[in-house]
């Protein structure tokens, strides 16, 4: 009997919330579990402070190359603290959406690994905030699982003691 391989989308919003990551170690105790995270609203925040421009074309953002330098910094923020998080979990791998390659930044969005990689998959499970449409993704790819969570002031509280 061959074991379960899960991949679980996280949004960048629900990354932290207890809930959620409550459910993925669960996930984890009887499968093999890839985590693509997001982190798109931190990004947005850290572009506008440091006053870097971009844009949306088609829901994917868009920046310049110091742009994806900050894309690459805070994607390996989360990693670090998803690492953390997730320590003993030997059956867990963190997919970052930003990656240097050949010393390029290559930033793909997380939705965009689900449909790259759904084959490689017995399982696929998206968690995101409550009023977001995946209608998309669920006509593309019929079987996944989307999760709605909701995203409240009172969430914070507890995912700043996490982290």
């Given at each position: 009997?061959?074991?379960?391989?899960?991949?679980v989308?996280?949004?960048?919003?629900l990354?932290?919330?207890?809930?959620?990551l409550?459910?993925?170690?669960?996930?984890?105790?009887s499968?093999?579990?890839?985590?693509?995270?997001?982190?798109?609203?931190?990004l947005?925040?850290?572009?506008?402070?440091?006053?870097i421009?971009?844009t949306?074309?088609d829901?994917?953002r868009k920046?310049?190359?110091?742009?994806l330098?900050?894309?690459?910094?805070v994607?390996?923020k989360?990693?670090?603290?998803?690492k953390?998080?997730?320590s003993?979990?030997?059956?867990?791998?963190?997919?970052?959406?930003?990656?240097?390659v050949?010393n390029?930044?290559?930033n793909?969005?997380?939705?965009?690994?689900?449909?790259?990689?759904?084959?490689?998959?017995?399982?696929?499970?998206?968690?995101?905030?409550?009023?977001?449409?995946?209608?998309?993704?669920?006509?593309?790819?019929?079987n996944?699982?989307i999760?709605?969570?909701?995203?409240?002031?009172?969430?914070?509280?507890?995912?700043?003691e996490?982290?």
């Amino acid at each position: 009997m061959s074991i379960e391989t899960i991949l679980v989308k996280v949004s960048g919003d629900l990354v932290k919330n207890p809930d959620v990551l409550g459910e993925i170690k669960d996930l984890a105790k009887s499968a093999l579990v890839d985590i693509a995270y997001g982190f798109g609203t931190e990004l947005s925040n850290e572009l506008k402070t440091k006053g870097i421009p971009f844009t949306y074309v088609d829901g994917i953002r868009k920046t310049n190359e110091e742009g994806l330098e900050v894309a690459l910094a805070v994607s390996e923020k989360f990693k670090n603290e998803l690492k953390t998080e997730f320590s003993g979990y030997d059956n867990i791998t963190l997919v970052s959406p930003v990656e240097k390659v050949n010393n390029k930044i290559v930033n793909t969005n997380s939705d965009e690994i689900v449909r790259q990689r759904k084959e490689e998959y017995s399982r696929i499970i998206i968690y995101t905030k409550e009023g977001r449409n995946k209608d998309n993704l669920k006509r593309e790819i019929p079987n996944i699982e989307i999760r709605y969570k909701p995203w409240a002031t009172c969430l914070l509280k507890k995912q700043k003691e996490l982290f």
